[in-house]
């Protein structure tokens, strides 16, 4: 299955714009095939649907908006120094993160594996 493929399920409304194939053109250049081995293609289509959302939702703002008041209509907004973790900022990005935690040398080598390998390759 490719990103193409799994964006066709989780993200619909993005594959119908023009623009995810360079979104995902970009994710797949953050992404490596080493790190996420089998899930690299999930990891592609998660990050890219991360950021094609945060640009739908915020297009051109100065940032993430903090405030916004209805009498005298009063917006502030805040650069994404504001939030501590922007990936969590949408759904797509929480399970990446997710992907991420559970995915490269930590999820599937213990210590042991590392210190017999490192004597065996001697």
């Known amino acids: 299955m490719t990103a ?3 964006l066709q399920v989780i993200a ?3 594959v119908s714009d023009p623009s995810y194939i360079t979104y995902l053109a970009i ?3 953050q992404c490596s095939v080493k790190y996420f081995g089998v899930n690299y293609a999930l990891a592609v289509a998660l990050l890219a649907a991360h950021m094609w959302t945060l640009n739908k939702v ?7 908006k903090t405030y916004q008041a209805n009498g005298r209509l009063m917006e ?3 650069g994404l120094s504001v939030i501590t ?3 969590s900022l949408t759904n797509y990005g929480l399970q990446y993160k997710n992907l991420v935690t559970t ?3 930590a999820a ?3 210590a042991y594996d590392l210190v017999i390998s490192g004597l065996l390759e001697d």
């Open 4 to 6: 193409e493929d799994i």
């Open 12 to 14: 619909v409304s993005m």
């Open 27 to 29: 994710a797949s250049q």
């Open 58 to 64: 915020n297009p051109g703002r100065a940032g993430i």
């Open 76 to 78: 502030s907004f805040g």
């Open 85 to 87: 973790d922007s990936i």
């Open 103 to 105: 995915s490269g040398i």
């Open 108 to 110: 599937t080598t213990s």
